[in-house]
T-cell receptor, first 117, second 116 residues
């Protein structure tokens, strides 16, 4: 079984500053993929970034980067230059297989990020 | 192009009634997933369809829950004899296998189910 732990129920950050959202995972698989999704108050789930277990470099997508530390089983999301529109719930998730294979996602309980002006 | 659509957006039903929730995935996507999100919680996997393979039903919480996917496209999630603990947002997602780095699941807007 796979498990995601997000230990920060809520986080606050000042606009234009960087923030790190924590995510640790547990899996016995050698091949897996890690995701971060954003869920604004409107409710839609927005894909942010993906990291495969065999990817040697940390994933980056614009202002988002994933700090992947495989030995520590952590996949923290770093948001640089926070914007007011970043205020949302953020979910970390894991799936089996790191390639293009489809599989169900196991989600953490999420972190509510509030960006202050 | 069109994203994942779900209907209805909101459903209020009385305890004990049956409900059907519909999901239209992105055209051509081979995989379809149902998740449930209870208030203030993360998403809980329910069921997964991949092409013509037998669905992965391992997340269905009870035999009151069932789902089908017709013609490899539209899916219906049915909850029989609804209970108050079934109240949640039901999210559908679809994805395309093997398309390079198209790893992500695309989510619909969800159906908010309230059982009174």
């Amino acid at each position: 079984a796979q498990k995601i732990t997000q230990t920060q129920p809520g986080m606050f950050v000042q606009e234009k500053e960087a923030v790190t959202l924590d995510c640790t995972y547990d899996t016995s698989d050698q091949s897996y993929g890690l995701f971060w999704y954003k869920q604004p108050s409107s409710g839609e789930m927005i894909f942010l970034i993906y990291q495969g277990s065999y990817d040697e470099q940390n994933a980056t997508e614009g202002r988002y980067s994933l700090n992947f530390q495989k030995a520590r089983k952590s996949a923290n999301l770093v948001i640089s230059a926070s914007q007011l529109g970043d205020s949302a719930m953020y979910f970390c998730a894991i799936k089996r297989g790191s390639g293009g294979s489809n599989y169900k996602l196991t989600f953490g309980k999420g972190t509510l990020l509030t960006v202050n002006p | 192009g069109a994203g994942v659509s779900q209907s209805p957006s909101n459903k209020v039903t009385e305890k004990g009634k049956d409900v059907e929730l519909r999901c239209d995935p992105i055209s051509g996507h081979t995989a379809l997933y149902w998740y449930r999100q209870s208030l203030g919680q993360g998403l809980e996997f329910l069921i997964y369809f991949q092409g013509n393979s037998a669905p992965d039903k391992s997340g269905l919480p009870s035999d009151r829950f069932s789902a089908e996917r017709t013609g490899g496209s539209v899916s219906t999630l049915t909850i029989q004899r609804t209970q108050q603990e079934d109240s949640a947002v039901y999210l559908c997602a679809s994805s395309l296998e093997g398309s390079g780095r198209k790893y992500e699941q695309y989510f619909g807007p969800g159906t908010r189910l309230t059982v009174t």
